[in-house]
């Protein structure tokens, strides 16, 4: 089983539309990570959060850390072609911020 | 300019061969790191690797070993290459040591036929 579990594994919306992906772990998450990365490519920074309670938002993306550390959401608000692709989070579990990362969630966004 | 880069994109190789992969980084960071994302794209870190420590995550067999001539470069050398260990492998560094927003390389797929 994954340290980090991610949930849905993969999501197909309709473009416009909201969605929502979690992350989840048993541990206490210490710098939590959301990436992004298109298919084929390399790994794009989104968000870092740390504090318990933290929201962060980046044009249509919002990033949140629950108070005990151990979840995290990411939401999209109107969702475009262009969000498609695999969001990964990421966070520090081992010595040395060695990242663990979810299993990734697959986003599609239908035009 | 490409923060962090790494060479080859693609490689293929036979079973049993020894190869590099190389990185850069010219973002001035102390700190760089190997993962390797195998076909169900799961995301595990090999590595983590600054001037004074090396960081192994106990999973990674000892045909690989992180090569670092200096700060802005580590290199992937594999030994007796494997079957099991194609897959894409993604450079990544970070400010401090040890912390701070890791920014990746755009990953080495390594078929190993």
């Known amino acids: 089983s994954q340290e980090l579990e991610q949930s849905p594994q993969s999501l197909i919306v309709q473009e416009g539309k909201n969605l929502t992906i979690n992350c989840t772990s048993s541990k206490t998450l210490y710098g939590l990570y959301w990436y992004k990365q298109k298919y084929g490519e390399g790994l794009i920074f989104l968000m870092m959060l740390q504090k318990g309670g933290e929201e962060k938002s980046h044009e249509k993306i919002t990033a949140k850390l629950d108070e005990k550390k151990q979840q995290s959401s990411l939401h999209i608000t109107a969702s475009q072609p262009s969000h498609a692709g695999i969001y990964l989070c990421?966070?520090?579990?081992?010595?040395?911020?060695?990242?663990?990362f979810g299993g990734g969630t697959r986003l599609m966004v239908k035009p | 300019d490409t923060a962090v880069s790494q060479t080859p994109k693609y490689l293929v190789t036979q079973m049993g061969n020894d190869k590099s992969i190389k990185c850069e980084q010219n973002l001035g960071h102390d700190t760089m790191y190997w993962y390797k994302q195998d076909s169900k794209k799961f995301l595990k870190i090999m590595f983590s690797?600054?001037?004074?420590?090396?960081?192994i995550n106990e999973t990674v067999p000892n045909r690989f070993s992180p090569k670092s001539p200096d700060k802005a470069h580590l290199n992937l050398h594999i030994n007796s290459l494997e079957l099991g260990d194609s897959a894409v492998y993604f450079c990544a560094s970070s400010q401090a040591s040890g912390a701070g927003t890791q920014y990746f390389g755009p990953g080495t797929r390594l078929l190993v036929l």
């Open positions: 690797y600054n001037n004074k420590e090396l960081i």
């Open positions: 990421g966070a520090d579990l081992f010595p040395g911020n060695m990242l663990t």
